[in-house]
């Protein structure tokens, strides 16, 4: 389940929509670190969940537009934290509750510089580093050894371990990962009515690509009189965190790559930015800009303003994670019948080796607990619990996803979970497609395969066709049915820096990820040359980008 597009993803949810991506799920979702001796200056106290007591553990959280309370409901008290307390004696409190985002971001940024932090509070990897090396939070190597359960510990290592590794320092377990699945990969969408109206075949390459974003351009098969070739918004190299209208993924049809650490063919690592395969990229978008394939103005577009015109038949293709058929439900779907028919297809190849879908390691955050905090054994018990809870949930545990009403209403209470986790890997691909086809629910494994077959077949038995999303992500040829190949094939490319930020990437990344896009920018709009790529080259490298890659690499040769 993941996290990571929160406005889309949050949209989707509204839409009963259980998003793993990011999976977040994906974003979004497998650990146990290596056997590691206890740290000799945090003391353990006694725990009281030995004795049967209520344990009680402070925590921080953020509001959430799309959190809708029960009557008489808070974050104080409320249905979820009573849940807690009734199944496994923990009591949770609030030190403070941000009103959004950037205010939990500032409060939390002056806890840690005043040392006020609650008992537990979820972090970034830099944070993670920082409060390590303050010496403000615990080991929990021992208190996780021990209090975590089997099903807890076999959970979070089903990536290997690696997830786990990331929160490791010194053979010392500083986190807990805010797990997701890292496979999540891009898809293309395209509108197969408009090929078969223009008789043109579902694309294998790069070249048949970008012959049908031609056609979709000149022969305009939407009738809006102002056609484009493909979906594009204004933040398009940094959309982890959308997962639609952006280009990333069209960088991976050329082996190009977005910010990831990659083999050098040395035994070293490079920055995937700065390769030549890249300026390939570039000067393709360039050709495409020139004709007029992408909308001039996506500059200024967010995601949302450019979807429109997905939505009003002025564009047929846009590159997408495997919830973009929530987002095109908007122009499908019109007085209770479907209008727009979209399929889903894998990113293709500019050449004969198959495109390569990136992916990052599958975690952003981290559940930290502070050197004081009395019962750290209650925040295992709630990670143990929680994953119980997504695992195999009886009726009484829906209300940790629902609320005291146990059904779903579009009110998110899901959010209250102060520590949420995801699965690392899944089989959606293997089993959804197939009991959706054979409207076999007998095969079905997990929470989340079960609700979208629910969902999935609303929509083929003709009583909600609403449902037509989730049929395009779980049928037998939605997104997830292409997943399997992907995964036997190997085509993706896993970042393989894995390790807290570097100090050069604290200092400087902002500044060059702003450099790169203001220069991708200029490249695509025709505004300068390509060469001037080679030039961006250059100057990454003395803005920063060499200190950081010789960061990288001394990390890289103590952890491969």
Known sequence: MRRRSKSLIIFALTLSLAITACSSTTKVEEKKPTDATPTTTTTTPTPASEKNEVVEVSTVSLSDQYLKFDPGESFEKNAVYDAYMKDIGVKITNKWVAADDPQFKEKLKMAIASNDIPDFMRVNATQLKELTEADMIMDLKSVYDKYATDETKKFLMMDGGLQMKTATFDNKLMGIPSSYNPYQYQFLFIRKDWLKKLNLPEPKTMADLLTIAEAFKTKDPGGTGKPYGIAVSKDPFNNKDTGVTGLWPFLNSYHAYENNWIEDGKGGLVNSDIQPQVKEALKALQDMFKKGLIDPEFAVKDTEK????????????????????????????????????????????????????????????????????????????????????????????????????????????????????????????????????????????????????????????????????????????????????????????????????????????????????????????????????????????KLGGDKMTKEVNEWYATHK
Request: avoid cysteine; hydrophobic fraction near 35%; aromatic fraction near 12%.
């Open 306 to 541: 450019e979807a429109e015109l997905l939505y009003n038949n002025n564009i047929g293709i846009v590159y997408g994670a495997s919830w973009v058929p929530a987002q095109l439900v908007k122009g499908a779907l019109k007085d209770g019948k479907v209008v727009q028919e979209w399929g889903v297809f894998p990113i293709p190849s500019v050449d004969s080796n198959p495109a390569r879908s990136q992916i990052g390691i599958g975690v952003d955050e981290y559940y930290v607990v502070s050197k004081k905090a009395k019962h750290p054994e209650g925040v295992i018990k709630l990670l143990n619990q929680y994953i119980v809870t997504q695992q195999h949930p009886t009726e009484e545990q829906k209300v940790y996803e629902y609320g005291k009403d146990l059904k779903e209403k579009g009110a998110n209470y899901w959010l209250l979970n102060p520590l949420r986790v995801g699965r690392q890997l899944d089989n959606n691909g293997d089993i959804l497609p197939k009991a959706i086809e054979t409207k076999n629910a007998s095969i079905l494994e997990t929470k989340d395969q079960k609700t979208r077959y629910e969902r999935a077949m609303k929509y083929v038995d003709g009583s909600d066709i609403n449902m037509w999303w989730e049929y395009l992500i779980s049928g037998p040829k939605g997104a997830y049915s292409l997943v399997p190949a992907i995964q036997q094939n190997k085509q993706y490319l896993q970042n393989k820096f894995y390790g807290a930020p570097t100090p050069t990437m604290t200092e400087r990344q902002e500044i060059l990820i702003k450099k790169r896009d203001e220069i991708f920018f200029k490249i695509i709009m025709n505004q300068v040359s390509v060469d001037e790529f080679d030039k961006f080259v250059e100057e990454w490298k």
